[in-house]
């Protein structure tokens, strides 16, 4: 860690813009591994690899400027200068979800600011993340400070976090292994170590009686099942006004009619498989709960003779968000509906869930998108849009609560937090005199 610090933030910042060439020179190779090991389709692959680049050129850019020494006020005859350096050896804890964007872009910001990354990808994407790292040890990165350690999270996650040596850990996953890791790094006796976390969200959409009925139902069916509704930010709840309640849930079911289940490497496919067979279980166990307790708008079908771990979207009216005890990863969509004058209430019932991840809103009234932004606890909040795919630099992404620790990725605070901020204070007259006043 000290030689790759020492090297300085332009010639580290360089070093991970090769990356970004190397990654978009293997575009496709890497779109292929996503498709065959992750699941996704063709389209969610292409935009994955982008975002990845579009990563590493972002906290590139953000160290030259952010890591430079900044000078600060003081009295004559003195200065202050503030700078910041890389804090030791960050362990970069990636999801299946998005095996290069999330995992490249973990390593790349740690990284850019002077760190030495262990590197440890989710255990049903290892082949991406390998492949990764490939090409960043032959785009310049030294293998000192980049390792690459697959494993399950149990076995070497476990080791890493609790391990007095690592200064940090950058997190993406459940809200409950990131406790655990809160716990492991908190039980070391060694210096505090930072924890980065984005983890899961409970994520609300409101739409009211002047909202657009074709524009919702466009947003509603890309957020709650693109990506086979496995994204942080997917739509789980939609709260709809009880005036247009039945209209829309129509709108939405005829909208899924349309969806193409099958190979996500069949560019007509919009709906892919589930990562395995564990989350598989887990949706076929909410789907048998929705079908006790809800009201059904509408069940797709699986095509015959697909082989994997296949789950057709559903969408199905409960009474409140309160029933949701918890999650649930995949295609599924709730709907409530909502009287006009309980806004409030609605409001307070997403916030109570201690979740701030994503949120969305559809209105044509002003006053109330003001409202909504004033009382919403939500790290990204869409107006009359889908939630799903956050742009690096323009659309910061990361939760609150229990949604996540922050600072957002690919923002202008992300990379302070991988960094220590040292002050360096000098008498400039301490040889007689400050030249400062000769000028």
């Not at 869409?382 to 609560?401: D, K, L």
Request: proline share 5%; aromatic share 6%; with cysteine.
């Amino acid at each position: 860690m000290p030689a790759w610090d020492g090297l300085g933030v332009e010639a580290r910042a360089t070093i991970i813009e090769r990356v970004a060439d190397a990654w978009e020179a293997a575009h496709d190779e890497l779109v292929a591994l996503i498709v065959r090991e992750g699941g996704r389709t063709m389209l969610d692959a292409h935009l994955e690899v982008r975002e990845a680049i579009d990563f590493c050129r972002y906290y590139a850019a953000c160290g030259r400027t952010a890591m430079q020494p900044q000078r600060l006020p003081g009295p004559v005859g003195e200065s202050n200068e503030l700078r910041l350096a890389g804090r030791g050896v960050f362990v970069c804890i990636s999801p299946w979800n998005f095996p290069l964007a999330i995992f490249g872009g973990q390593i790349a910001a740690a990284l850019v600011a002077g760190n030495a990354v262990i590197a440890k990808p989710a255990e049903q994407t290892r082949l991406v993340a390998f492949r990764a790292v490939q090409l960043m040890h032959a785009a310049g990165v030294p293998r000192g400070a980049l390792q690459f350690v697959p494993g399950r999270g149990e076995t070497v996650g476990r080791a890493l976090t609790s391990d007095p040596r690592v200064a940090g850990v950058v997190f993406t996953g459940s809200t409950a292994t990131a406790r655990g890791i809160n716990r492991a790094l908190a039980a070391r006796d060694a210096p505090i170590g930072v924890l980065i976390a984005e983890t899961g969200g409970q994520n609300a959409m409101i739409v009211d009686s002047t909202a657009l009925p074709e524009q919702v139902t466009d947003a509603v069916v890309s957020s709650a099942f693109r990506s086979c509704g496995q994204r942080c930010s997917a739509l789980r709840v939609l709260f709809v006004q009880a005036e247009v309640a039945d209209a829309m849930g129509e709108m939405i079911a005829g909208a899924m009619r349309e969806l193409v289940i099958g190979d996500p490497a069949n560019p007509r496919t919009d709906i892919g498989p589930v990562i395995d067979a564990d989350q598989l279980a887990l949706l076929q166990q909410h789907r048998d709960w929705l079908r006790a307790n809800g009201r059904r708008i509408h069940e797709c079908e699986l095509p015959a003779g697909l082989n994997g771990h296949y789950f057709a979207p559903v969408a199905y009216e409960i009474d409140s968000i309160g029933q949701l005890a918890n999650e649930n990863f995949g295609p599924i969509l709730h709907l409530v509906r909502y009287e006009k004058h309980k806004l409030d209430q609605v409001i307070d019932a997403i916030n109570g869930t201690g979740y701030g991840l994503t949120m969305g809103l559809h209105t044509r009234l002003d006053t109330r998108v003001e409202k909504v932004i004033s009382r919403a606890h939500a790290g990204n909040l869409y107006v009359n849009r889908n939630i799903i795919g956050a742009v690096v630099g323009s659309q910061p992404f990361g939760g609150e609560g229990l949604s996540g620790t922050g600072p957002k990725a690919g923002g202008p605070h992300y990379l302070q937090r991988f960094c220590a901020e040292r002050t360096v204070t000098i008498n400039t007259a301490a040889a007689g005199g400050n030249v400062e006043l000769l000028a």
